[in-house]
């Protein structure tokens, strides 16, 4: 099993087509983990797959996020 950790979603992809088709031909990746900061959120691969809504969250660049200060 594979856990694929990343900082926010946009921190992995924005582009939701690479990523479908990356998670498809990956059978070995279980889950995606996503930093949001203050906590973190699990995707399941089999979500990600059947829930446009859940790959919609994906689509959210607007800038670069800082993490130092």
Known sequence: ???LVAIDYA???TNLE???SFVSKHK???EI???KGHRVEVI???RLLKDDQILQLFRCRVK???RSN
């Open 11 to 13: 921190g992995l992809t």
């Open 18 to 20: 690479d990523l479908r």
């Open 44 to 46: 399941s691969r089999k």
């Open 28 to 30: 070995c990746i279980k």
């Open 33 to 35: 983990i996503i930093d």
């Open 1 to 3: 099993m594979v856990r």
């Open 64 to 66: 670069a996020v800082n």
